[in-house]
């Protein structure tokens, strides 16, 4: 069989052999395996936050009468999947093991239909009918039966429709980049927005509509050692915060948050060549959640702040140590001044980041990732080990 590859020419287009599918064909994929993807975070961050620990236990039936939770559902799935463990990733979230039919039923049910209509701009009949129009399209595909361009086209015009809202809540959700104003007088913010040690600082963040909050710890990290000379290659120790421990240590932070996702800013060396960098830990609360339970979480937070000072000093004294939350890295600096062009410092700093990897709990997301628009340009989705495409340039 001369199954013929995709080749790529130096300015990085590629060519595809004639005998390939047609084009529309790749044009379904991209969009469905976005439109599910999405469908199954907007899902998620809705039961999260009405049922917190106990989301996964959310029942609901198929057309046959079949009744099941999302964990019992997922659970069955996860173990045939193990049974070919060295095939594609390993991935334990729930919702990444649901089908786009059985999130359908699931958001149209009886019983959790009433938490997701805030966000449907169409009554239930219209809108499930939308979503099933795609499903039909989406397993055709799945099935590998041909289907047409005009397809393409209903599941454009039908995601439109149906998502309308939920793109709008989804971009909330995944984007809080207005500062809570400082004069805020509000409790939850004056509990919160005081928190903090000498490395540690609590800058709290709103989305446009003001319903999610991203309460974001920024870590200054210090230097545990340094070597190396100053004119070449610079090698340094520090503490490395394990973002997902975070959660698996302070249960009350992982059943009020919606999801936690981590930044590592891009280093600067000072004048004594000591290396400067940040790391962002972004907890995204439903407002109302956090303004409910901010006492309890203001405590969660304190003792958050508590761990990582004493584990960094503890690190300090023995960089081979290891904290239940932070733990030593090694990053690198050089200076790079290829030919014809302006000499700079590079940087390796990505052992300070914390990919997500199946035994992370739900609520963490991995590394976070800026794009207006949320459903069609995400280069990664929550629970996700690696990125689906390529960044856009103009997803800002």
Known sequence: ???????????????????????????????????????????????????????????????GGEQ??????????????????????????PLMHLTSGELVELITSETHWPKFRPYFRGNKEIIKNKLLEIGTIRNALAHFRPIKPDDIELVKQNSR?????????????FTQNLRVPTNTSEEWYLELSTLGADRIKTVPFYSTDELWINVRLNFSIP????????????????????TPNILLTHPVLCKHVTYLTEHVNYPVLSQD?????TKDLNFVFRKDILVRNHTAIANEFREVVRKVTEECDLLGQDQLARGSVVESAEIFSWWSQPEGQEGKWAHF????????QANHPDEYWGLNENTADIVAARKR????PEDISEADPHRF
């Not at 013929?4 to 004639?18: L, R, Y």
């Not at 047609?22 to 976005?34: C, S």
């Not at 700093?349 to 997500?356: A, D, I, N, S, V």
Request: proline share 4%; net charge neutral.
């Open 381 to 384: 989705y929550p629970w996700m």
């Open 68 to 93: 099941g939770s999302i964990n019992s559902l997922a659970a069955k799935r996860i173990r045939q999947a193990e049974s070919y463990g060295y095939l594609g990733f390993d991935i334990k979230a």
């Open 273 to 277: 060549y000591d290396i400067k960098v």
């Open 349 to 356: 700093y990505f052992q300070l980041t914390q990919p997500y």
């Open 223 to 242: 230097i545990l050692s340094k070597s190396g000379e100053p004119d070449g290659f610079l090698s340094f120790v520090v503490p490395k915060i394990n």
């Open 1 to 63: 069989m001369d199954w013929q590859s995709v080749t790529q020419d130096a300015e990085g287009h590629f060519s595809i052999p004639k005998r390939w599918l047609k084009i529309h064909y790749y044009e379904a994929l991209n969009i469905l395996f976005r439109f599910e993807n999405s469908l199954r975070v907007f899902v998620y961050a809705i039961l999260k936050n009405e049922f917190f620990e106990s989301w996964r236990d959310c029942n609901f039936s198929m057309p």
């Open 161 to 173: 429709h149906t998502l309308l809202g939920v793109e709008e809540c989804l971009r909330n959700i």
